[in-house]
């Protein structure tokens, strides 16, 4: 009986057999090691994550710019000033004195799109952009002393001209909202139309039906805003209000951490990044991830990544930062982690020494199990360059694979 020969890329897999892989040696396991971490090294991608003050910068540009200052005067609420008779509203007038002292006559009339009203015996009397108490005089003024020695005059505003807009989005109550001549502003808009709730985040994007009129967006959690949008011309009839819904109140917390998945933030509320990171069961052991990459959502719509040194912030070197409903915070793998990983995973430490307990030749057994269909691509290098690609992705570990040949072949 003639002795058989072992290939070079034979594998017996039998216990006390020798195990050859095309003749690398255990000490090519290291220099592969550390040809491959120059490699990645020297192959890392570019960092296009902004930092921390850079984003505090881009938040403050883009949170309203300069604070709106404005005159109490100015704004458009019926609780800070009269109402202002205007062009559509009709009145309710009453004179008493015309003929007798106890006389009394009720005229009820509109006001036209020039601002005058038609009186019997005076005529045209303009009175559109005034108060009902300036009203008041106008009419007495028409009357007295020129036809009447005394007259008492008495406005009331019984119709006012109304607005119809359309709410739509997150408002409790959206669809038509009708707006008196007083009130037409976005507040008013919104509030009629139960736009003030949880279930609203206090966006609010107006949509002009004049092509002319640009769309605007306003917070109306911000005081800034809540300033433009009082200053802002008043609405038209035809115009859209797109209330925006409230985001989850939670932030995702992804990558190296013990409990991934979301954290719960009260409403409206915001969490600490410590204490994040803490709810999500902190970072895994022994890895000891440095840095972290925010996803967040500008003001005016821009989404970006910031670079964070959570391995500063835990260990009180930086200052803490505030998450807000919607971050996303991914704590990755660096080339760092990658190779603590691995050595956590195939190097003992023990009191008499240091045992390596990775095995290649298994893993590969193991990744490649049932996968028969595939056996000739050991033979023609499809192993070797789908084993790398798996590696790159799966980690260093990976990467320490030496080209084999399946069971049994020859």
């Not at 971490?37 to 984003?55: S, Y």
């Not at 005076?122 to 009203?135: D, F, S, Y």
């Not at 028409?142 to 001209?161: I, M």
């Not at 709730?197 to 107006?206: F, K, L, Q, Y």
Request: with cysteine; hydrophobic share 40%; charged share 20%.
């Amino acid at each position: 009986m003639t002795g058989s020969s072992t290939s070079d890329h034979s594998v017996t897999g039998e216990p006390g057999r020798a195990v050859r892989t095309g003749g690398l040696k255990p000490p090519a396991y290291g220099l592969l090691s550390i040809a491959l971490i120059l490699f990645l090294a020297a192959c890392k991608p570019p960092d296009n994550r902004i930092t921390l003050e850079q984003l505090r910068a881009l938040e403050s540009q883009s949170s309203g710019l300069e604070p709106v200052q404005l005159d109490p005067k100015e704004l458009a609420l019926t609780e800070l000033h009269p109402y202002n008779v205007g062009p559509g509203d009709v009145l309710d007038v009453t004179l008493v004195g015309t003929t007798d002292s106890y006389s009394q006559n009720v005229l009820r009339m509109r006001v036209r799109d020039d601002g005058f009203i038609t009186l019997p015996l005076v005529g045209k009397v303009r009175i559109g952009g005034l108060t009902l108490q300036a009203v008041d005089d106008a009419i007495f003024n028409a009357y007295v002393p020129r036809f009447l020695k005394d007259l008492s005059v008495y406005v009331e505003l019984s119709g006012p001209e109304s607005t119809t807009v359309v709410v739509v989005g997150a408002a409790g109550q959206g669809g038509l909202i009708t707006l008196p001549g007083n009130e037409r502003n976005v507040l008013y808009a919104v509030g009629r139309s139960g736009g003030f709730g949880t279930a609203t985040s206090g966006r609010v994007t107006v949509r002009p039906i004049n092509p002319d009129r640009p769309v605007v967006s306003y917070d109306l959690t911000r005081i800034n805003d809540l300033r433009r949008a009082l200053l802002a011309p008043p609405l038209q009839s035809g115009d859209m209000l797109v209330v925006e819904p409230a985001e989850v109140s939670a932030v995702y917390v992804t990558g190296l951490v013990n409990a991934p998945g979301p954290v719960t933030l009260p409403p409206d509320g915001k969490l600490s990044l410590v204490r994040v990171l803490s709810t999500a069961g902190g970072v895994r052991d022994f890895l000891n991830p440095s840095v972290a990459t925010l996803w967040r959502r500008l003001p005016d719509g821009r989404q970006v990544r910031v670079k964070l040194q959570i391995a500063d912030i835990m260990s009180g070197e930086a200052d803490d930062i505030a998450l807000h409903p919607g971050d996303i915070l991914n704590v990755p793998h660096t080339l760092n982690t990658r190779f603590r990983e691995w050595a956590m995973n195939n190097i003992l430490i023990g009191p008499f020494g240091v045992t390596s307990t990775f095995d290649p030749v298994a893993d590969a057994r193991a990744r490649n199990v049932g996968n028969n269909s595939n056996n000739n691509s050991f033979n023609n290098g499809t192993f070797l360059r789908s084993g790398v690609l798996n590696s790159v992705s799966g980690g260093v570990s990976n990467l320490l694979i030496p080209p084999v040949s399946p069971p049994g072949a020859p």
